[in-house]
């Protein structure tokens, strides 16, 4: 049995995958394997994968992220992977994937399950009053239940929250349109953040001493609402999740560079049970271009991998 075992998280920006431009996708595969195999993860969190029509009629399948993998480390791996809300195939882009070297037991999506959906109205403006908006989060979280080698459980919440950038809305234009927009974009940033943390209460309400990791792009600092509402808060301390990405020396803690400033929007959050085990983090952000002034088209990412070490515990928790 190994003792110890890796979870990592990697923003793949926009994986895409077309027949006319495999050299394209050639350049980024060249770019991005030899990443995936420093990070030596056993269980791996990708977000932002294309999907693509075989047809015009065909189901949706990953070929770019089966392109991606073969032949690596993470090709055989157990795969848990996000559907369209609603469907069962893939949505054409921004897809979420878990990777596994350990048996995935149980899998899911949750998209407005705990958190249903609501409608917002505008302020009124020159004594018309706007027809409200309904807030629809724009993809789902993904979850998996991991048997690790110990016999013990490992759940994983892999998500994408939304960037902070305008929602559009309907029949609005100017700066007000910008700033009801930003509103609007928050509310689903931080809603969804509510329902990946609820859906932590539920894990917990189970299993206090359940092992969680919460992985993946959360479009916001560690000072931000979303990473806040996910890390709980409160004298409850068994509930409490670590960032563990805080544990990367201070010059190295960013996973993107946002006009000349590092920032920390990739995360990698640990319930206390899977903390106490913590061996070391790392965030492989040697060579990041900034994501302002990165020329088209991109090769590998604008977002750097984040990957946490942790001690394997003997089964009964000692």
Known sequence: MPAEFRIATFNLENLEWAPTRE????????????????????????????????????????FALDKLLSGGPF???????????????????????ILSRFPIIEERQIHHDLVPKWRWRPPHEEGVEPASVEIIFDRPLLYACVSLPNGLLLH??????????????????????VAEGQFLSAQKREGQALEARLFVENLFDRDPDARIAICGDFNADEHDAPTRILEGEGKDGARLLEDLGERVPPGRRFSVIHAGRPKLIDHLLASPALARNFASATILNEGLQDEVFAPEPIEGSLHAPLAASFRLENGNGG
């Open 156 to 177: 994983v919440v892999n998500l994408h929250l939304r960037a902070p950038r305008p929602a559009p809305l309907p029949d609005a234009a100017g700066t007000r349109a």
């Open 75 to 97: 090709e055989n791996y157990h795969r848990a992977t996000s559907t369209r809300p609603g469907g069962v195939f893939p949505a054409d882009v921004h897809n979420l994937a």
């Open 23 to 62: 050299e394209v996708f050639a350049r980024r595969r060249g770019a991005l394997a030899p990443i995936l195999c420093e990070l030596n993860a056993d269980v791996l969190c990708l977000q932002e994968i294309g999907a693509r029509r075989p047809g015009a009629h065909a189901p949706r399948r990953f």
